[in-house]
């Protein structure tokens, strides 16, 4: 049997899979009070649709409890207010515990039964004395959650050096292990500073088109390879796939750029008209 199942976004981007068992009528951007842990939540409704029940599986969900009333949205944007105060009340503690942890965030579950707080930290950080102090004054759960720095990119938000917004804070959902092989595949230069993003780390688009370049590079002889052209021998100096482009750097240091299907074209003509085996471009690769 098929669940009604909807993706509610919370706050930080934080997102979770409920179940709309009593068939509320949702569209995305409704919001909804939703079963959480020991009480309630609110959240606005991100995604609906039959591909969300495969994509949940067999795990029991949350309900999905009612559509929620205004006068619960102005307490749920009170609560923001108030996560503000107790961000700067636990920065004061963090600081009176000498502890070595940046807070990130703060959350409030809508009943206020629970506040998570979100730092950072380089090293494993014992907070027990903190959370005892500040559960003292809030009188409610508290939690500390450890995230690491593309998470707290995703949380706060912000802009990409492409003008759009980052892509971690608006459509991706889990992050893939990136490294500078990625860059060199593309031959990008290995510049700190260009392939880093806010977060510090390299930036989640250099995977994008990764693939694409793999694809397209098989069409090219490999760098750095002998190559044999009208004036004579060079090497592959450099490609460029966009353009289907090749430059011929010869020993003389002189270069000689040549299309892809010239190149072809003059590598099987010399071959015959020259009477010189200079072999094909898929030897060379």
Known sequence: MQRNV??????????????????????????????????????????????????????KLRKIIRKSTTEEFQRAMENRKREKEALELCEDKVKNHR?????????????????????????????RTLVKDVAGVYKTRIEFRQIGAR????????????GRKLCCSSWIKDFQPITTQAAKDQNLPLNPSKLAGVCGRLKCCLMYERDFYNEAIKKFPQLAKPITTERGGGIVSNIDIFNEKILVLY??????????????THVYKC?????KAHGNLEELN
């Open 99 to 127: 502890l070595n942890m940046k807070l990130v965030d703060c959350e409030f579950q809508f009943d206020r039964h629970k506040i998570t707080f979100y730092f950072t930290s380089e090293q494993r950080v014992d907070f």
């Open 6 to 59: 909807m993706e509610i976004k919370f706050k930080g981007e934080r997102r979770e899979l409920y179940e709309n068992n009593q068939e509320f009528p949702f569209k995305v951007g409704d919001y909804a009070i939703v079963e959480a842990d020991k009480g309630v939540d609110l959240g606005r409704i991100n995604q609906l649709g039959p591909l969300l029940d495969s994509k949940a599986g067999n795990p």
């Open 251 to 264: 020993p003389d240091e002189t270069t000689e750029t040549f299309t892809l299907e010239f190149l072809k």
């Open 151 to 162: 998470d707290e990119a995703r949380r706060l938000g912000g802009y990409g050096v492409c």
């Open 271 to 275: 071959e015959h008209d020259c009477g």
